[in-house]
């Protein structure tokens, strides 16, 4: 049994658990006590823990900075874990093109979402409005993967079948 072993052991639960409710309890205790403990988002006081969250004034996800405002400490507030859910709303990069170009370099196999009104074509590469695409119920996001030109150039280059 190793050191953390023995520490879960006796907590009754792992280690990194149990430090995680603690270092909670802490930052809920002290924001109670600087009277920090009013939720950003609507402005009430907070007064369950369990309700209690860290939350990023400016959502950091989907920006040029993530990680920079993810840890800015000017960029952190507290709320209600409900608030704070409900303004977790997706919003799409100010400059997409740039943005989905970054994100194809790290990883080629991510799924590709378009600006509202696009749709993205996995053969021409490109970000199209959507009225240039077929719809397709089955589809996620309700349009076909490929755009009207691109199914028909692999239609017309598609040998007729042997009858
Ligand atoms: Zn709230
Ligand atoms: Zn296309």
């Known amino acids: 049994m190793d050191c953390n072993e023995k520490k879960s052991f006796e907590l009754k639960m792992s280690y990194g658990k149990a430090c995680n409710i603690l270092r909670k309890n802490i930052l809920f ?41 993810f840890f800015d400490f000017n960029n ?33 196999s991510l799924r590709i979402i378009s600006p509202k009104g696009y749709n993205w074509c996995f053969s021409c590469k490109k970000h199209l409005l959507v009225s240039e695409f077929h719809k397709n119920k089955s589809n996620i996001y309700g349009f076909q993967r490929q755009c009207i030109i691109c199914r028909k150039k692999r239609r017309l280059s598609t040998p007729a079948p042997i009858v």
């Open 29 to 69: 205790n002290l924001a109670k006590k600087l009277k920090l403990n009013i939720c950003y988002r609507c402005g009430k006081k907070i007064v369950d823990i369990n309700k209690f969250s860290i939350d990023h004034k400016k959502s950091w996800q989907n920006t040029t900075q993530p990680i920079k405002l």
């Open 76 to 108: 952190i507030a507290f709320s209600h874990l409900k608030c704070n859910i409900a303004n977790t709303t997706y919003k799409y990069p100010s400059n997409p093109e740039k943005f989905f170009a970054k994100t194809r370099k790290h990883s080629a």
